[in-house]
């Protein structure tokens, strides 16, 4: 049934900027604060009280929508949206409406089939956060007599960002959001936590028989704090949609909850117009105008991107696709890569030990790539030592818990030595076969008589004496020199 | 024109309870004051080619740098609140 109706869906994030403090007044930004101590009476909307723009928050956004690819508006303007609710302290929240800051943008992202899919981004503009609410006696808005408002979040800054309707399944939806908050987290614009809620996704969903091109009514979906909502709420709307349809019932415009113990979409309010919004232009703040030369001077401030670090890798380096993807995922372990790499180490090795033995001790331990004592030269320098053979990849992973916990003194070579890691070779390692061999003489008789898997027992023989320090291919050639002579 | 009905309309968005003469009245009103703003059409031809503005005084919006700084005690601002609860504002029920 499904297999005959086509999914159209878009997304609107609202993502809150990491600035010091709020969009229009000098009031701290943090999520955490004691109830109402981040006020002043500019975000609570006193009367006769003027807001001014942040600079940060201005460059943020324009970093943002410089990323996405977006086209800069020469002049922009701020409005006041109108609703009564008492999470907006002046009953209006000053927003964006028909001249928003950036326009016509896009973004890349990979669907399940591996393709490259370029996803459009309508509009990025500008707002101020709304206040939060806690309602009295009840868990819900509806049983409660009364209810508490706390207005540190009044005033946040944010960028709404809108996508095209491109996308047609849960899973190229969670993509699109997951993309977007990587490179907002490149730019440092942004710390994408769906937890806290700094990044918020609402989505819009339709279904429409495969073919047609007319849409259908659209039905949109909050209250989805991960990416893994995003698309179990989105398949689960597709799935009651076209159901819905199938029984010959018309879909409603409204907005519904995700729920994330029920697994299912419900309702929450039908839709209002736009229109009820009743916009009109800010009379506290001029347009903010641009001039082709400051959005240069932006542009070009702009860090290297996700897309560009995951080509880069595949062409400069050889990783894979799927390598790319992972160690471009997060900037800073990127940039780590980088500088391994720029060590003169190889890519591939670099890309092994960073994504396996320090992944898996970052995660254990709850730690960034930029919080440990393990250094891209010391990696690069221990990576040399393997490469070179003066250390074995035992003996390497062995050594890497010190390195990942502790500040080293010198070079690792010198910690190398001061264990008495040293790969072992030469005259050393020939004695101490010779020596594991005349030691053995009854499994040398049956390895000369043609059992010759007995090498692996000499070998173990020999690494047991050196506790694992013999070069293991020349233990091997020594071995079998001697016994087949 | 403004009907009754985008009175009443507007009245609810606004959450104000108007009376039936009152919706009248402001209906009255509100064309009154659309018809005297109307006027200015009659300007048309001398402003052929001027850019609409949304407001009288030129300029480009002034920016703050991003630092914090707080003047007024938050105890104080909420002092001023009809209804507290420790650190919060109260507020009556939302919905009845």
Known sequence: MRENYEAVIGLEIHCQLATATKIFCNCPNTFGAHPNANVCPVCLGMPGVLPVLNAKALEYAI????????????????????????????NYQISQYDLPLATNGWLTIYTEEGREKRIGITRLHMEEDAGKLVHA????????????????????????????????????????????????????????????GSLRCDVNVSVRPKGSSKLGTKVEIKNMNSFNAIQRAIDYE?????????????????????????????????????????????????????????????????????????????????????????IADDRSVAEFFEAVVATGAEPKPAFNWIMGDITAYLNENKLKITEIPLTPAALGEMLQLIADQTISTKIAKDLLPELLS???????????????????????????????????????????????????????????????????QTTNDLIKAKLEN | MIDRAQVAHVANLARLQLAEAEVEIFAKQLNDIL?????????????????????????????????????????????CAAAREDTFFRVPQILG
């Not at chain 1, 903010?288 to 702009?302: D, F, K, N, P």
């Open chain 1, 238 to 326: 597709i799935d009651r949609q076209v159901a819905a349809i199938e029984a010959g019932e018309r879909i409603v415009q409204e907005t519904r909850l995700w729920e994330e113990n029920s697994q299912r979409t419900i309702t929450m309010r039908v839709k209002e117009g736009s229109s009820d919004y009743r916009y009109f232009p800010e009379p506290d703040l001029p347009p903010i105008v641009l001039t082709a030369a400051q959005i240069e001077a932006y542009r070009s401030a702009l860090p290297e991107l996700p897309r560009q670090k995951r080509q880069r890798y595949q062409l400069e380096y050889g990783l894979n696709a799927y390598e790319a993807n992972l």
């Open chain 2, 35 to 79: 018809q005297y703003v109307e006027q200015l059409n009659q300007l048309d031809p001398q402003l052929e080619g001027v850019e609409p503005t949304t407001r009288a005084i030129e300029g480009t919006i002034p920016t703050r740098p991003d630092a914090i700084r707080q003047m007024v005690d938050p105890e104080a601002l909420l002092n």
């Open chain 1, 63 to 90: 970093k943002a929508a410089l990323a996405l690819n977006c086209t800069i508006a020469p002049l922009s303007k701020f409005d006041r949206k109108q609703y009564f609710y008492p999470d907006l302290p002046k």
């Open chain 1, 137 to 196: 006696g009840s868990d819900r808005l509806a049983g409660s007599s009364y209810s508490l408002v706390d207005y540190n979040r009044a005033g946040v800054p944010l960028c709404e960002i809108v996508s095209e309707p491109d996308m047609r399944s849960g899973a190229e939806a969670a993509a699109y959001a997951q993309e977007l908050r990587r490179i907002l987290r490149y730019l440092g614009v942004c710390d994408g936590n769906m937890q806290e």
């Open chain 1, 406 to 472: 502790q500040p080293l003194a010198g070079t690792v070579k010198d910690l190398v030595a001061a264990k008495g890691l040293k790969v072992m070779t030469g005259a050393e390692l020939e004695a101490i076969v010779t020596e594991v061999i005349n030691s053995h003489p009854k499994e040398v008789e049956q390895y000369r008589a043609g059992k010759t898997k007995l090498l692996g027992f000499f070998v173990g023989q020999v690494m047991k004496r050196t506790q694992g320090k013999a070069e293991p």
